[in-house]
């Protein structure tokens, strides 16, 4: 059986005893309960055991849980990728963070729906540091050029980068991936473009999360440590 707030305890221990040992304030650093997969009542439970910010891949799918929560998160977070024609769709269900804008395309359609709606978004910028084809991102030696571009767009608010670790048994090449983007993104604090922030680093997952942590992350997205194995059905 899995006990979720076991689980909940035994992360946030892990986070605190990583933070500290490398010389980093704990409290610099949120989990982020990643659900894709999980019921809404999951979703609640993790709440229950403290944990305030959950996160979903997938538009649909969480269009379906998220009026089915009966307890009341801090924050939700969207993290899968983002198509231009589900944009609409996500806004009506309040996001507080996107992490997965890869694309000045998207973010200029992204900014275009805010500005009707009157509102301004946080997003993150998420970077394919690993060079693996199978994943999303902008390739790192975009960033720079596409920044003030991102600037301009006065109903976004850039708060930082994401990532996903190299898929590897190899702890240097995942390294390799956190400390590029935390060089990306003090590459990007000397532009010093008002509207764009680096106050995020969102990187690390279950299996890779300390090495995230010693390598500046402040947003840390868990979900097998949590919930167990996720199991897909077919549609
Ligand atoms: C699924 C997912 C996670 C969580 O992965 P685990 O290995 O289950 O912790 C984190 N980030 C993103 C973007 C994901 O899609």
Known sequence: MI????????ILNEIKNTALNCGRNPEEIRLIAVTKTH???QIDEVIKAGVGIFAEN?????????????????????????????????MRLNPD???????????QKLDEVCEKMG???????????????SKNGMNPDDLLSVIPEF???THIKVEGLMTIGALSEDETTIRKCF????????????LKHENVEMKHLSMGMSHDFQIAIEEGATLIRVGTLLFGERIYFKQ
């Not at 649909?60 to 198509?83: N, R, S």
């Not at 400390?179 to 000397?190: G, H």
């Open 58 to 90: 997938k538009v649909q799918e969480a269009e379906i849980k998220l009026p089915e929560m009966k307890e009341k998160a801090d924050e939700f977070h969207f993290i899968g990728h983002l198509q231009s024609n589900k944009i609409n769709k996500l």
């Open 151 to 153: 600037a301009k767009l």
């Open 119 to 133: 509102m301004t978004q946080r997003i993150l910028i998420e970077i394919n540091t690993s060079g693996e084809i």
């Open 179 to 190: 400390q590029l983007l935390r060089t990306l993104a003090e590459q990007v604090k000397t």
């Open 3 to 10: 006990n979720i707030k076991d689980n909940v305890q035994s």
């Open 97 to 107: 963070l996107i992490h997965s804008i890869d694309k000045l395309s998207t973010a």
């Open 39 to 41: 019921p809404a009542s």
